[in-house]
């Protein structure tokens, strides 16, 4: 399968426990981004990273929540001491280096739900 | 505040019809376009992009591309029941500006 991976797929934490969301983009791709979906509303731009570097976070929270994309392995989207509000689909999406290509392509999403 | 604005539906058509979705886009440094669509509890899927003005069509769908009107849209001809799901409308110039995505129902 040479799609975008995410895991887990369903995430359940209590208030106040640290959440971490995984990422793995398709084969060929080294952009990633991170949206989130709140129940009944749209898609929120959150971070934009390439291998090392965070390349735009102006839609992340200014706490709580970080993002990485390490040199190996997967990104991660990491959430601390998580509250009921953070309750969302969090979807990884990932575009080629290829300027011609700004599309993305997005992952099965993880569902957050903190009790 | 960069905006993308979508009716939010529902919209409903027979199947058979033609089902139209519009999207208007305030950044006019916008460059590339996207529909998507999203069935109920999935991710969201491309289905067009478009850079251009004008027409681009891929089998049963249509974009179409306004710059001067800051105008985008997605014609779906012969519409089947499966095309039901919400469509989202996105526009990039630097990190993608998603609508609230329009809800679209076609009835057998």
């Known amino acids: 399968n040479a799609g975008v991976m995410q895991n887990p797929r369903h995430l359940v934490r209590r208030r106040g426990q640290e959440a971490r969301l995984r990422c793995s983009p398709m084969k060929g791709h080294s952009h990633v981004y991170w949206y989130r979906q709140l129940p009944e509303e749209g898609l929120k731009f959150m971070v934009y990273l390439q291998k090392e570097n965070i390349i735009d976070e102006s839609g992340m929270p200014k706490e709580r929540f970080s993002a990485e994309f390490p040199k190996e392995g997967p990104s991660i989207l990491r959430i601390q001491q998580v509250v009921r509000g953070d309750s969302a689909a969090y979807f990884c999406?990932?575009?080629?280096?290829?300027?011609?290509?700004?599309?993305?392509?997005f992952g099965p999403g993880t569902r957050l739900t903190v009790t | 505040q960069k905006e993308v604005e979508q009716n939010s539906g529902p919209l409903s058509v027979p199947e058979g019809a033609i089902a139209s979705l519009n999207c208007t886009y305030s950044d006019r440094g916008s460059q590339s376009f996207f529909w998507y669509r999203q069935y109920s509890g999935k991710s969201p899927e491309l289905i067009m992009s478009?850079?251009?003005?004008g027409d681009k069509e891929d089998g049963r769908f249509t974009a179409q591309l306004n710059k001067a009107s800051q105008y985008v849209s997605l014609l779906i001809r012969d519409s089947q029941p499966s095309d039901s799901a919400t469509y989202l409308c996105?526009?990039?110039?630097?990190?993608?500006?998603f609508g609230q995505g329009t809800e679209l129902s076609v009835k057998p």
């Open positions: 996105a526009a990039q110039g630097g990190k993608l500006i």
């Open positions: 999406a990932s575009s080629s280096d290829l300027r011609a290509s700004y599309e993305q392509y």
């Open positions: 478009i850079y251009s003005n």
